[in-house]
C-alpha cells in the first residue's frame, strides 16, 4: 500500500491535501560530519588511551545473522559529554559520539530532539546546511581525539575537506504514517527537507530527491538522498549505522581520488623531467620509483581498507539500504574512478622502471666497453704491458 500510495503520487506530486496535520511526536536528527585524520589506526592502543565513555561499534540486523556480518576490525566509538548547541530552534544533546575506524577515518555525530509539526524540519534542515558552527566543533573535537591517542595514528593529519550528512528519524507520529496518505501529502515536504530547499521544487526534482527508498515492514521506510535522509520507524540504528558509514566511505573515496590525481600529475612531471634524458645518470630517478611506489601502495591499501570493512552480505536489508545510499553517493562510479587511476599509476611505474632498468644496462655496457678498451690500451703502454 505505502508504495502505491508513493508511485501514485510521483506521478502527479503536485496534487497535495494536507487537510491533515503531521505531528511529531518524537524523533531525532543526526547531523554527521565526517573527516580524515591519517593513514591507519591501531584501534586497541587507541581505545586503551582514551577516558571517555567508549565502546566499539556493532550494526544491529533486522534478521538474524551470523556475527561476521559486522564491521571487520570494528571501529572504536567515544562519547563525550557536551554542552548543547543552539541549531535555530532546536538544540543538541548534551553529548556527541565520536566513530573512529582503522583506516584513520573519525565520524562525529551530533543528536538533535525532534517533536512538534512536521513542516518544522524545513528550518532545520536549512540550518544544518553547511552550519559553520557544527562543523567548527566537530574539527575541535577530532583535533582533541588526535591529541589523546598521540602515537597510534600513523602519519597523523587531519584533512581539510570534511562530509556532512543529515539523517531525520521519526519515530512515532499523530497520525502514524503508515495509516494514511502522509507521504503522499508531504512529499513536496519531503523533497524540500532533503534538499535543504526554501522554496518549492519541480516535479523533476521532487521525483529524484524522493527516488531512493526502501522499508522493511508497513511501519517503516527510508527515503535517501545526496544531502540528508529521512526515516520513519523504530529500532532503526542499523539503518542510521550504514548511512553513517556510506558518509565516510564517500570522504574516503573523493580524498583518495585527489590523491590519485596529485599522484599522477607527478608522475607525468617526473616523465618529463630532462634527466630523462638520454644523457641521465643511472640511479637519478630512483627517489621518483620510490615516492611514485609508496603512494600506489599505500593509495591500494586504503582502498581496499575502505571498501571492506563493513559486511553486510547476510543481512539483506542492510545491503540493499547501502546499495541504494551507494547509488546515491555515486560510490561505484568513484570506485570505477579510482581502480582505473591506480591501473594508470602501476602503468606508468611499470614503463619508468622498465626505463631506470635499460638506464642501468645501458651503463654497464658502458661500463664493460670502457674496460675492455682500458685493458687494450694498457697492453700497448710500455712497461705496463708486463703486469
Partial sequence: MMHRVLESQLTNPMVQDKSLTFHIDKGICYAIFAYDVGRWVDLDKAE???????????????????????????????????ESLAIGKYRTSPSVDLLLYDF?????????????????????????????????????RVE???AAIEGTVERPSIATSAEDYSIFLIEASTPAFYQNDLLATYL?????????????????????????RISFGPDDIAIIDWNAALIFGQDMDDTQAVLEFANVELLEM???????????????EALSK???????????????????????????????????????????????????VSQR???????????????????????????????????????????IAVSIAVSFLPGLGRH
Fill in 254 to 268: 573523493r580524498l583518495l581520488d585527489q590523491q590519485l590525481d596529485d599522484a599522477l600529475d607527478q608522475a607525468y
Fill in 188 to 212: 513536496q515536504d519531503i523533497a524540500q527537507v532533503l534538499r535543504s530547499e526554501s522554496h518549492p521544487l519541480a516535479e523533476q526534482e521532487v521525483r529524484d530527491a524522493t527516488a531512493q
Fill in 104 to 140: 584513520a577515518a573519525v565520524s562525529v555525530t551530533y543528536s538533535i530532539p525532534l517533536d512538534g509539526d512536521f513542516s518544522n524540519l524545513l528550518a532545520l534542515s536549512l540550518d544544518l546546511y553547511e552550519n559553520e558552527v557544527l562543523l567548527a566543533d566537530s574539527k575541535r
Fill in 144 to 146: 582533541d581525539l588526535l
Fill in 329 to 371: 553517493f555515486h560510490l561505484e562510479s568513484w570506485d570505477a574512478s579510482i581502480s582505473r587511476k591506480l591501473q594508470t599509476l602501476e602503468s606508468i611505474y611499470g614503463k619508468m622502471s622498465d626505463s631506470a632498468a635499460t638506464r642501468r644496462m645501458e651503463a654497464l655496457e658502458w661500463i664493460i666497453i670502457v674496460l
Fill in 48 to 82: 586503551g588511551r582514551i577516558t571517555a565513555i567508549k565502546q566499539r561499534g556493532r550494526i544491529k540486523h533486522k534478521r538474524r545473522a551470523p556475527p561476521y556480518f559486522n564491521y571487520s576490525p570494528l571501529p572504536l566509538r567515544v562519547t563525550e559529554e557536551v
Fill in 274 to 324: 630532462r634527466k630523462w634524458d638520454r644523457l641521465a645518470l643511472p640511479g637519478m630517478f630512483q627517489a621518483d620509483l620510490r615516492r611514485m611506489a609508496r603512494l600506489q601502495v599505500d593509495s591500494a591499501i586504503l582502498f581496499e581498507r575502505v571498501t571492506n570493512t563493513l559486511k553486510l552480505f547476510g543481512d539483506q536489508y542492510l545491503a540493499r539500504v547501502h546499495r541504494l
